[in-house]
Each structure stands twice: as structure tokens, then as C-alpha cells.
């Protein structure tokens, strides 16, 4: 019966995909169907669980792809040497049984396990491994997104078939968890530095993307989904579900409608109001978890290039310390958690989030909603109210800056975020023009220095060596071939004493000692403000909990569900075996589509107030529509006579 | 002087003193009959509401209400005294973003709309007068524009101009003039082929002249009932980008609200009120413009009246 039932999924998947996507799409669509028939052992109990989500990957393209999302994939489709766990981020193996330091502390030598096969059959092997080492340590392009784990590495050498060797210059505490994605050799060495910057990356059902995590990609379409496959070569296992879908919506009612209706099984950073609608719905279980994500404003404090050349058009005003330290007193943190967030997070002080309790700083100098005091540190660095109500320094220019918000956040928290901004920094002087743009465009605005202030937000890993090192000078923007490329560094910082203690916290192993540095570098940016940080959000997450099971969440018991550092959750995935008592009409594709919603969906009855809201909003179209027809007919009527068109 | 003093004395009357005469006697005759239309009346009432609202709007709700920071109600609070047509999601008045969205609707709309005016009518006048290579050229850039889908041309200048209400005016403005350009041309053709401009030709009129002095004043009857139906069309067009995300951030219009609402989950709150409010408003406006235009179109075109 639930064989039955999964498979009737798939074929509405398709069909209702054929609909929107037209026959372009139908095609594959079809020949998914038969793959999954022609798949023995599978025939019949193909499983597909569908994730909801608000926001496409950026690329599929592991050394592009900087959104947290495109890393979900990248961390189904490759494997790393060492894993976090799924209780605690204790360290675990991973494609590595073992690991050890040389006595000389001078290299590291990993044990890849024996007998492991890429997706596509071909054997893994440590020369993999080496292979995907050296590709970061030697390019520049693939530096962007994982220089930060090798910038301590000279070579990795395969000495045999199982055996990584990581010489490295200075001992380091990260060797233990390098989040360095192994990759095929014999894919990648034909896409050469040049082609890489280019090259997206996307598998076809024809031609699976080629990796040895429980996960293949094997289509997207951007902006609607992504199909990832179960990779029978995993070396864990082959995990039960056999696909797993990533839908994106264009906004979180239909998310939320989404999951009701069943179209999904999991639905991903909900807006608040959304995943408050989805509580106490039979057959769904909503989870606010914890996450290690945080929101900043981040300020051009003098965007230059790793050189240091100056680049960019940002407000040099803004170069001033004391003005953004101001800055972080005007802000009201609870009330951005309150009303943006609906209460799905807490107030943010330092870049380590409080999830990680251990690294994380409480500063002594706590900042908090103090206009009065914003006010009077503003007039004591020089910056007298003018005659228009905005403050100016002694030269005469204006504090106004240009705000950039996110046009494509999730439910919209970024321009809302940017509002309370503009409000809070107008109450004590300052004026702020909002513009709201795509991320994609935000990055590359990034990287060439042509902003003033933004809003957006970083995942922080479990070691913060990654985050620390967004704050180093040699992570600003570097020129290539004579264009710009954004480097991680957004806020262009640049302090000698700050790229020291991140030298030392690199190659220092006694824990305690370490996470002093840590925090002494979270004081610092606390107190020179490149970033002011407004809150550290939760994961309001929802699935359908009569249709999937299995769910591990990261760290237990209250954290994030999917994405994870990991896959456990999808690892350990199972369809609820009697879900579906649900009478079905069996055998008619055409059908299928509509036929899982009567039978699953009684909690629709209750929504009713939903259905009125609807029927008036399609009531106002249809006047709408009916005023704009008559009014162009009257048009075409008036020049009838002499002309047609 | 006066008008009786134009009456007891027509013998010393400047041409231009006529021409000033008869269109005074015109608009009079056009006041009367649009206020014979009731139709008409009801729109100009209605659209008067929205305008006294809009321009009164910082006498009603001071700038400060639309301030995120300083709203202190509830979000997603349903109407009550206090907040008549509810609040949104930050706890803001309902009623202040609708009152305050008015202004922005109805400048915008206007704004664009005359800009679409002033495109429309000199591409169509020059494209009826100027018969050879020049108005065939004017004429297959005018179709070129007809032919190219509105909304995506809309939404490409929009990004590549960035979010601003002039920038929101002006890609109204250049997407939905040739549709009057064809009008006007028309219309043109057709006041070129009557004989007295045969005659002004004659007495050596010059291009600027004819097309000023003589097609100008007789296609301005259609401009105008075409210009208060494209109002409404402008509106709605504004609606339709601000509810798409390339509104003003810092303005708030009808169309912002309800991208907002969309946006904030105000489906899944159930909270009527806030996309119902703005909606209703572009409604009743839009509907407000039509009246007015079918009422001015039957009053200088009978023939159109009797439909």
C-alpha cells in the first residue's frame, strides 16, 4: 500500500512539473518515470521526499556556489575526510577511518578506507583525495570558498591507494576537520581553472553528477528544483529514500500551502506567521530549532583589494570607528527579533553564534538599545545635527548612506529588516536610502566595493576558523585577469593585529588556548563594529511527520533537521510505512496529480477563513481585470474608425 | 474685458480674441453635459475622495506612522476603534499605509500617464504628418513597441534602472505610449486629409505650424478621454511592478502593501484587512478614472455615447 502510494507521488510530481514546465520538461519527466520502473529491486517502491524551500542555490558548482543551501548539495555529493556528528559536532570519520599527526607535527596522514567507489563505479581512491587538496591549494578560484582550511597546507601527497599524507608548515588545530569536498579526478582534471569559473556542475538523469556522498544531483532547473538521486555506491549504505527533491517557492504562503496539501514533506526557513499557521495540523510536526546563523549590517569600512589598492565607491565617512560603534547603540535587537523574526531567534552580540557556547564571547561591553547614547557618542566624534535634522561632520557631509537590502530573503526578513534600520538610524540622525537588489547581485556589488552599508548573514560552522576569516586582509577582493573578484572579506577589515591573532589561533592545538584567541578576536571585531550583528535566528523547520520518519537533528535534541554538517537526517530517512490507508485511484497518471489531496488532506476543513481571503482576492482580480477590459475596448472602439490594430 | 464686452463688440475682436471666445463657449458646453452625466459625477466624486485623502495624508497620520520603529500595536491585529482597518505585520496602521499609499498611487499614475501623453502624441502627430521615410520609421518603432510584451519590458527596466519612484514613473511612461501614438495617428491622418489644412499649406504654413496650430487643437479631445483612461492602466501598472518587488523600498504604495502582505504571511494569518485595503482602493480609483473617461469620451464623441 505505501509502494503504492509513493509511487503515485512521483508520477504527480510529474505531471504537475510537465504542466508548468510544458513539454520540454515532459520528456524527462517520462523517461524519469521509466528509469524508476526499469530500476530493479525498485520498481514499485521508489520513495521521493520533497524539501520546500524559499531560497535556489546559487550554483551547483562546489568551488562557486557560496549560499548555504548550494552547500546541502555539496555536502550530499561529496564526501569529506572527517564529519561532525549529529549529537554534539564531535568529530567523526568520514571517507578517513583514522587520522594521525606526525611526530615531527609536520604532516598529517589519513586513512581513506578501502574498496570505496565513485557514483559512476570508478574506484576512490586517497590519489582522489590528493587530488582534491592540491586543486584548492594550488588555484586561486578554488581558494574562494576553502583557502581558509588549506592555507596551512603545502601538498597532499597519495603515498597508496588508501593513504592521504597533508604536509603542513606550522601545527594546527583544524586538520581534524577540513570541510575540503573530495572530488572525482578523472571528472575534474579535464575543467581546467579557467573552465571551472564557469562550469555549473548540474547532472541530467542521463548523466548523474559523479560523487561518492549518499546523494547525486541529476537535474535542475533554476529557480523551480533540484533532483538528487540515492547513490547505491554510499559508502555507509544506500539510503532508503530514493530521491530526494528540492522544491523552491516564490513565497512562504505557499510553502506553508505547500505542506499542507502534501505537494512536500519539508518545509525550510519558515516566516514566522507561516510556521505559526502550520502548528497544530494532524500529520505535521513544526520545529523551531536552533541554528548557527546570524544576521549582520555589515559596513564598507574602506573597500581595497588584497593589496590594499582602494577600490569602490563606499561613503569614507563610514571609515570611522566611533561612527559605527554609534551605530550599534541606535539599534533596537529585541525588537528586530520580536517583529522580524516573530520571536524565532534571540538578539546578537559577536560572529560566533551562542550555539556553540563554547567559542562563543558574551562581551563584558555588552551594546544595547540606547538612542540617547548613540546620540551624544555621535556629537562627541563630531558629528552635529545640520539644519535638515541629519547629523554631518565638521567638513560638511552628510551622514546619508546607502542601504542594501535582499529582494529575495526569506519571507521578505531582509527589506523589513532594513526598515526598522532606516527608522532607528534616522531617530538619531541619520539618513539611510534603502535599495533592495538580488543576493547574486549583492555579492558581485560586494566584492567590487560599491557599497555603503548591508543586510545579510553568515552560517557559522562548528569551528570558527572559516568565520574568523572573513576579517583578514587577505581575504578582501583580488583582481584577476584584470576584473575584480570578490574575496570572503564584506567588510573590507583590515587590522595587522587581528591577522596575527588569526595566524596564531591557525597553528595553535591546546584548546583552552585557542579559544582565548577566539575570543579575544570576537572582542575585537566587537569593538571596532565592521559588522553590527542583529540577531541570531532559529530554523523554524515543519515536515510531514505521517508521511516521514527518521529525522536526526543536529546537535540533539533541538537542532536543525536538514541542513545540517552532514546528512544524517537524510541518511536516516524512512516513509512511514502505513501512511497512507488513503483511498487512491490506482493506475490513471492523469489523476494522480489531484488525487492525493482529498484523501491525505482532511486538516483543510479548518482554513476556512483561508478560503474567503482567497475567494475575495480572486473577487478584486476579476473586478480588476473586468475595468482594465472594458477600459481598453473602449480604446479600441474610439480608433475603430480610422485605424486598426 | 469681459464677456459681454466681447459680445457687444465682435468687430474688434483679434483672430486670437475668437479662438479664445469659442473655446471658452466649448468648455462651458462641456462642463454642462459632463455634469448631466451621472456616471461622470460619480467618478469625479469618488477620485475627489482619494485626492482630498492623498493630499491630506500628513494632516491625518503624521510621517511617523509609517515608521516600523515607533509602531507599537500588534501585529496582524484585526480592525478595531483604535486601528479601523486593522495593522500589519510590524503593528503599523493599515489605515495610515493606505491613506499615505494614495499619495504615491496617484502621482505615479498621473505622472506616467502625462509622460505617455507627451510620448504618445508628438510620436503620433509627427508619424500622421510627416507621410515619407520619417513617419514610417516613427511608425514601425511604434509597432515594434506594441508588439514587445509589456510586463517583461516593464520588469527588465525596472531592475536595470533600479528601485525609485522616477524610475517606476519613467518605465510606465516609455512602456505604454504606443498604444496612443496609434490613436493619435489615426486621428491625424484623418484631420491632415481635411481642406483647410489643403489651404494653410497653400498660404505656406509651415510644418510646426500645421501640426501645432492646426492638427494639435483637433486631436486634443481624444488625447484627453485617452489620457483618463490610461490613468487608471498606469495605476494598475504601478501596482503590478511594487507588488513584483520593484517598487520605491523607501515609499509606501498600494502596491507595496500588498507585496508586503504576500510576503509576511498575511495569507496564512488570515489577516483580510491587509490585502484587502489597498486592493479595494486601487479598485475603487481605477474605476473612479473609467467612469470620468467614458464620460468625457461620450460628451466629444456621440457617436461612442450611444454603446
Redesign the interface.
Known amino acids: 500500500m505505501s509502494s503504492l502510494s509513493v509511487r503515485t507521488r512521483l508520477l504527480a510530481g510529474c505531471s504537475v512539473a510537465a504542466l508548468i514546465l510544458g513539454a520540454g520538461l515532459a520528456g524527462a519527466g517520462l523517461s524519469g518515470t521509466a528509469s524508476a520502473a526499469d530500476d530493479p529491486g525498485a520498481s514499485s517502491t521508489r520513495s521521493v521526499f520533497t524539501v520546500g524551500m524559499t531560497q535556489d542555490i546559487d550554483s551547483a558548482n562546489p568551488f562557486t556556489g557560496i549560499v548555504a543551501v548550494a552547500y546541502e548539495m555539496f555536502q550530499m555529493e561529496y564526501p569529506t575526510l572527517t564529519e561532525y556528528s549529529a549529537s554534539d559536532f564531535s568529530i567523526v570519520p568520514g571517507l578517513a577511518e583514522s587520522w594521525s599527526e606526525a611526530a615531527d607535527k609536520k604532516s598529517w596522514t589519513y586513512k581513506i578506507r578501502a574498496g570505496l567507489t565513485w557514483s559512476d563505479g570508478q574506484p576512490l581512491t586517497a590519489a582522489d583525495a590528493a587530488y582534491s587538496f592540491n586543486r584548492v591549494i594550488n588555484g586561486q578560484y578554488e581558494r574562494t570558498n576553502y583557502g581558509s582550511y588549506v592555507g596551512n597546507i603545502t601538498k597532499a601527497v597519495a603515498t597508496d591507494a588508501t593513504t592521504l599524507v597533508l604536509s603542513v608548515e606550522k601545527p594546527s588545530p583544524i586538520m581534524e576537520k577540513l570541510l575540503v569536498y573530495i572530488i572525482p579526478e578523472h571528472i575534474w582534471k579535464s575543467i581546467d581553472e579557467k573552465a571551472i569559473k564557469s562550469y555549473k556542475n548540474e547532472g541530467t538523469l542521463a548523466s548523474p553528477t559523479v560523487g561518492a556522498g549518499p546523494y547525486v544531483m541529476i537535474e535542475r532547473r533554476v529557480g523551480q528544483f533540484i533532483r538528487m538521486q540515492a547513490n547505491p555506491n554510499f559508502w555507509r549504505g544506500k539510503p532508503a529514500v530514493d530521491e530526494i527533491v528540492f522544491k523552491i517557492y516564490k513565497?512562504?504562503?505557499a510553502l506553508?500551502?505547500a505542506l499542507k496539501k502534501g505537494e512536500i514533506d519539508f518545509a525550510d526557513s519558515l516566516?514566522?506567521?507561516?510556521f505559526?499557521?502550520l502548528q497544530n495540523i494532524p500529520g505535521i510536526t513544526t520545529v523551531s530549532s536552533t541554528y548557527s546563523g546570524f544576521n549582520e549590517l555589515s559596513f564598507n569600512t574602506g573597500a581595497a583589494l588584497d593589496d590594499g589598492t582602494p577600490i569602490g565607491d563606499g561613503n569614507p565617512l563610514l571609515k570611522d570607528k566611533a561612527l559605527r560603534q554609534a551605530l550599534g547603540w541606535a539599534i533596537?535587537r529585541d525588537?528586530l527579533v520580536a517583529?522580524v523574526l516573530?520571536g524565532s531567534g534571540s538578539p546578537a552580540s559577536t560572529i560566533v553564534p551562542t550555539m556553540y557556547a563554547a567559542l562563543h564571547l558574551d562581551p563584558a561591553n555588552p551594546v544595547t538599545y540606547d538612542p540617547t547614547k548613540a546620540k551624544s557618542l555621535l556629537d562627541a566624534a563630531g558629528y552635529a545635527v545640520g539644519s535638515d535634522g541629519i547629523r554631518a561632520d565638521a567638513k560638511g557631509n552628510r551622514l546619508s548612506f546607502r542601504l542594501l537590502?535582499r529582494?529575495d530573503s526569506s519571507?521578505?526578513a531582509s527589506?523589513?529588516a532594513?526598515?526598522?534600520i532606516?527608522?532607528?538610524f534616522?531617530?538619531v540622525g541619520v539618513e539611510v536610502?534603502?535599495?533592495?537588489i538580488s543576493s547574486d547581485a549583492l555579492t558581485e556589488i560586494i566584492g567590487q566595493g560599491n557599497f555603503d552599508i548591508f543586510e545579510w548573514g553568515w552560517v557559522v560552522e562548528p569551528d570558527p576558523n572559516y568565520q574568523l576569516s572573513t576579517f583578514t586582509c587577505a581575504n578582501r577582493s583580488y583582481v584577476d585577469g584584470g576584473s575584480t573578484y570578490a574575496n570572503l572579506s564584506d567588510s573590507f577589515y583590515c587590522n595587522p593585529a587581528y591577522d596575527a591573532l588569526f595566524e596564531q589561533q591557525g597553528v595553535e592545538t591546546d584548546v583552552a588556548k585557542r579559544t582565548a584567541m577566539i575570543k579575544q578576536m570576537q572582542q575585537m571585531l566587537y569593538d571596532d563594529a565592521p559588522y553590527i550583528l542583529t540577531y541570531y535566528y532559529d530554523n523554524p523547520e515543519a515536515y510531514r511527520s505521517d508521511r516521514f520518519t527518521g529525522f536526526v537533528p543536529q546537535p540533539a535534541p533541538k537542532g536543525s533537521l536538514l541542513f545540517q554538517y552532514g546528512t544524517w537526517s537524510y541518511e536516516n530517512l524512512k516513509p512511514v510505512s502505513e501512511v497512507t490507508a488513503t483511498p487512491e485511484s490506482p493506475g490513471s497518471t492523469n489523476t494522480a496529480s489531484a488525487a492525493p489531496d482529498p484523501g491525505t488532506q482532511p486538516e483543510s476543513t479548518p482554513s476556512s477563513?483561508?478560503g474567503?481571503?482567497?475567494g475575495?482576492?480572486i473577487l478584486?482580480l476579476v473586478?480588476?481585470v473586468v475595468?482594465?477590459v472594458?477600459?481598453q475596448r473602449?480604446?479600441r472602439?474610439?480608433?475603430v474608425?480610422?485605424?486598426r490594430? | 474685458m469681459s464677456t459681454s464686452e466681447i459680445h457687444d463688440n465682435p468687430a474688434r475682436l483679434s483672430p486670437r480674441g475668437i479662438v479664445r471666445m469659442r473655446r471658452r463657449a466649448a468648455l462651458h458646453k462641456f462642463t454642462r453635459s459632463f455634469r448631466h452625466s451621472p456616471s461622470g459625477m460619480v467618478g469625479l466624486c469618488l477620485l475627489g475622495v482619494f485626492v482630498v485623502v492623498a493630499v491630506a495624508a500628513p494632516l491625518v497620520f503624521p510621517r511617523s506612522a509609517l515608521d516600523v520603529t515607533q509602531a507599537i500595536a500588534n501585529p496582524f491585529q484585526p480592525p478595531s476603534w483604535d486601528y479601523p482597518l486593522g495593522t500589519d505585520d510590524s503593528g503599523r496602521s493599515v489605515l495610515a499605509l493606505v491613506v499615505w499609499g494614495a499619495r504615491i498611487s496617484l502621482l505615479v499614475g498621473l505622472a506616467a500617464t502625462v509622460l505617455s501623453m507627451v510620448i504618445g502624441t508628438t510620436v503620433g502627430i509627427s508619424s500622421g504628418h510627416f507621410r515619407g521615410w520619417t513617419g514610417g520609421a516613427l511608425d514601425r518603432v511604434t509597432d515594434w513597441f506594441l508588439v514587445i510584451p509589456y510586463l517583461p519590458l516593464a520588469i527588465v527596466l525596472a531592475t536595470v534602472l533600479g528601485r525609485s519612484m522616477l524610475n517606476i514613473i519613467i518605465v510606465i511612461g516609455v512602456t505604454s505610449w504606443p498604444g496612443t501614438a496609434r490613436l493619435i495617428r489615426a486621428q491625424t491622418l484623418s484631420v491632415e486629409g481635411r481642406p483647410y489644412l489643403e489651404r494653410a499649406k497653400a498660404l505656406g504654413a509651415g510644418h510646426y505650424h500645421q501640426m501645432t496650430r492646426h492638427v494639435l487643437p483637433n486631436v486634443t479631445p481624444l488625447v484627453l478621454a485617452n489620457t483618463t483612461l490610461a490613468v487608471s492602466i498606469s495605476i494598475l501598472s504601478e501596482t503590478t511592478l511594487s507588488f513584483l518587488g520593484l517598487g520605491d523600498p523607501d515609499n509606501v504604495s498600494w502596491g507595496s502593501i500588498l507585496e508586503q502582505g504576500f510576503q509576511a504571511g498575511a495569507i496564512s494569518q488570515g489577516a483580510w484587512w491587509y490585502l484587502g485595503a489597498p486592493g479595494v482602493c486601487v479598485v475603487l480609483v481605477v474605476l473612479a478614472f473609467n467612469l470620468i473617461g467614458r464620460a468625457v469620451e461620450g460628451i466629444l464623441d456621440p457617436r461612442a455615447a450611444g454603446r
Open positions: 513565497n512562504q504562503d506553508g500551502q516566516e514566522s506567521n507561516v505559526k499557521s533596537d525588537a517583529k516573530g537590502a529582494s519571507g521578505g527589506t523589513k532594513a526598515a526598522f532606516k527608522g532607528y534616522a531617530a536610502t534603502t535599495k533592495v477563513s483561508w474567503l481571503i482567497a475575495i482576492v478584486a473586478i480588476i475595468v482594465v472594458l477600459a473602449r480604446n472602439d474610439l480608433d474608425d480610422d485605424d490594430e
